[in-house]
């Protein structure tokens, strides 16, 4: 590792959250997030409000996170924001200031993709946590994203499988919905799902492509069961939410052990990491540690705080791009939709 020093200031505002992070070499020494509550009266992230929220918490967050680092923005050896993908008056945000920073100090500015950092988030230097060798599969789970992605080094990464429609947070936080849950759903799924009986109501897995993913269906599926049951009995919902919490779960997490043993299988590699927001679920967690025993697999499982959209992660690609001078230059934009 390297032995100087090196500080790198983490911005990451590709959605609705505000984050800042000051990185030495591989280790975190702040890392402040600003969730912004007002998407949860709409059922969702309303992309204009979130870009103002970005405008508000931007200069206090980052000023957070340099206070709580202990050191002074002079001491900075560069800085990375996420370029994409992403909304794309959020993303503004953090580049123009990314940007801006970077010419009043003098220092390197490195942009970063926005899914290669859940990934390398993973190489984030904490005492209890392994990180992975290469190569090994990771699986980025997360409201806008399903991927299966070989890894072979830092920089050098291969999509295997991806979702033709729905990300899996999204079946997540739609499903909430047809249960009148409030927004953000998943993670109430995923309390409720724990005093369920996973296998009360069997929901169909979608067949598609060996290694892709689809959860339109599985949303209608929901949808037209829903509405079937209470059309019955109006109160189906309220009398038997932790049974149908506990058998989405268990049908979303199906899919997804099934298509990473189908990966392992292909690609003989055993070594499996997963990353973004849904990586939270409890349920995903629990099959993936069970998949050490059933399959030989070596899991990887990100600390909580590294799982949602956070800056840390921004920093630890800045680093490993720092080491390697690969820097931008201010004629860099903001991109919406981007590829490894």
Known sequence: MNPQKIYI???????????AAVLCNGQVLSNVVASQKIHELYGGVVP???SRAHQQNIVPVIDQAIKQANIKKEDLHAIAFTRGPGLMGSLLVGTSFAKSLALALDIPLIDVNHMQAHILAHFIEEDEFDIPEFPFLAMTISGGHTQIVKVNAHFDMEIIGETIDDAVGEAFDKSAKIFGLPYPGGPLIDKYAQMGNPKAFPFPKPKVGELNFSFS??????????????????????????????????????????????????????????????????????????GEQKYGWKTFIPKFEYTTDNAAMIGIVGYLKYLKKDFTDMSVVAKARIQF
């Open 9 to 19: 200031l983490g911005i990451e505002s590709s959605c609705d959250d505000t984050s």
């Open 48 to 50: 204009e409000l979130a």
């Open 217 to 290: 269906g599985l949303k209608t599926s929901v949808l037209y069961f829903v509405q079937k049951k209470v059309k019955e009995n109006p109160d189906f919902v309220a009398e038997n939410l932790n049974d149908i919490c506990a058998s989405l779960q268990y049908t979303i997490i199906n899919i997804l052990i099934d298509k990473l043993k189908k990966a392992s299988k292909q690609t003989g590699i055993k070594s499996i990491a997963i990353g973004g927001g849904v990586s939270a679920n409890s349920g995903i967690r629990k099959a993936l540690k069970e």
